[in-house]
């Protein structure tokens, strides 16, 4: 599921950002063309929507986040990154569970291209939180020093959002952890 309208992926507009704060304060961007030269993995998770069911063994394909983030370097202050999508969407998660295994910058489902409405052409996976924080249709990523509120995340949904522990609203939250309303 998803709010808001499906955005049209127009390759040669479409560019890909990891920004703030990079170890050497640079931001960096890669074409769709470039994108699609980076080393890829597979991996296979259950996905958690927090309104829905889960789905058992979904196959992707895509970049690790750890991989990327081994390449492109943050600073030693970063503790958490914005996952950006179009239209401003946005999920905050805390370094360490962008860099879990099973993170991928995902192209691909079940061996075929992302359709338009799961994130074509470029969705994040996180598939040990609850599904708001796998922002489809995905064009940056910000390096953050400190915690600040994603899209849901502002609206009432758990910060940190582990299906586990049924982290579903913010007034699970225990006070003091994260960042405020
Ligand atoms: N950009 C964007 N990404 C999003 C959403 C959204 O509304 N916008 N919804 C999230 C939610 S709540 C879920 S459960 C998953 C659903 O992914 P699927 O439609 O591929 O199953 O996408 C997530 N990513
Ligand atoms: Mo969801």
Redesign the pocket.
């Given at each position: 599921?998803?709010?808001?309208p499906v955005p049209a992926f127009r390759p040669r507009r479409w560019d890909f950002r990891i920004m703030g704060a990079t170890e050497d304060l640079g931001s960096y961007r890669w074409t769709w063309e470039e994108f699609t030269r980076l080393p890829r993995v597979d991996s296979t998770s259950d996905?958690h929507?927090?309104m829905r069911f889960s789905i058992p063994e979904v196959p992707w394909h895509g970049v690790s986040a750890a991989d990327l983030v081994a390449a492109v370097p943050p600073a030693p202050e970063v503790t958490h990154v914005m996952a950006w999508?179009?239209y401003g969407?946005s999920a905050n998660l805390r370094l360490d569970d962008f860099l879990s295994e099973g993170v991928l910058l995902a192209t691909h489902r079940g061996g075929e291209p992302l359709g338009p409405?799961?994130?074509a052409p470029l969705r994040l996976v996180v598939p040990h939180l609850y599904?708001?924080k796998?922002?489809?249709?995905l064009r940056a990523v910000e390096y953050m020093t400190a915690d600040r509120r994603g899209f849901w995340e502002e609206r009432g949904y758990h910060n940190r959002a582990d299906p586990w522990r049924e982290q579903r609203f913010s007034h699970q939250e225990e006070p003091g952890h994260g960042p405020p309303l």
């Amino acid at each position: 599921m998803y709010y808001g309208p499906v955005p049209a992926f127009r390759p040669r507009r479409w560019d890909f950002r990891i920004m703030g704060a990079t170890e050497d304060l640079g931001s960096y961007r890669w074409t769709w063309e470039e994108f699609t030269r980076l080393p890829r993995v597979d991996s296979t998770s259950d996905f958690h929507c927090v309104m829905r069911f889960s789905i058992p063994e979904v196959p992707w394909h895509g970049v690790s986040a750890a991989d990327l983030v081994a390449a492109v370097p943050p600073a030693p202050e970063v503790t958490h990154v914005m996952a950006w999508g179009e239209y401003g969407y946005s999920a905050n998660l805390r370094l360490d569970d962008f860099l879990s295994e099973g993170v991928l910058l995902a192209t691909h489902r079940g061996g075929e291209p992302l359709g338009p409405e799961h994130g074509a052409p470029l969705r994040l996976v996180v598939p040990h939180l609850y599904g708001w924080k796998s922002v489809k249709w995905l064009r940056a990523v910000e390096y953050m020093t400190a915690d600040r509120r994603g899209f849901w995340e502002e609206r009432g949904y758990h910060n940190r959002a582990d299906p586990w522990r049924e982290q579903r609203f913010s007034h699970q939250e225990e006070p003091g952890h994260g960042p405020p309303l």
